[in-house]
């Protein structure tokens, strides 16, 4: 099965550094944007094996807050 992710990136001291906008926590960097795309892809396969091994997470609920501007 194949996602799509928003990559966002920019340059840093020469070095390409970015992550995945949809799942915070995947970053990488390399020397070149094709080597940055190759090393998230790396973190975020890392990411989803370390997700499966995981302990399962309590429940979290969601409810919409209203507050004045």
């Keep these: 099965m194949k996602r799509n992710f ?3 990136y920019w340059l840093d ?3 390409y550094v ?3 906008k949809e ?3 995947v970053f990488s960097q390399g020397e ?3 080597e940055l795309e190759e090393n998230v892809r790396d973190a ?4 989803m094996e370390d997700e499966e091994e995981v302990i399962p ?4 609920h969601t409810k919409e807050l ?3 501007v």
């Design 13 to 15: 001291d020469g070095w």
């Design 6 to 8: 928003t990559l966002e």
């Design 44 to 47: 975020y396969e890392l990411m």
């Design 32 to 34: 070149s944007l094709q």
């Design 66 to 68: 209203g507050v004045e």
């Design 18 to 20: 970015g992550g995945l």
């Design 57 to 60: 997470r309590a429940e979290v």
């Design 23 to 25: 799942v915070p926590g």
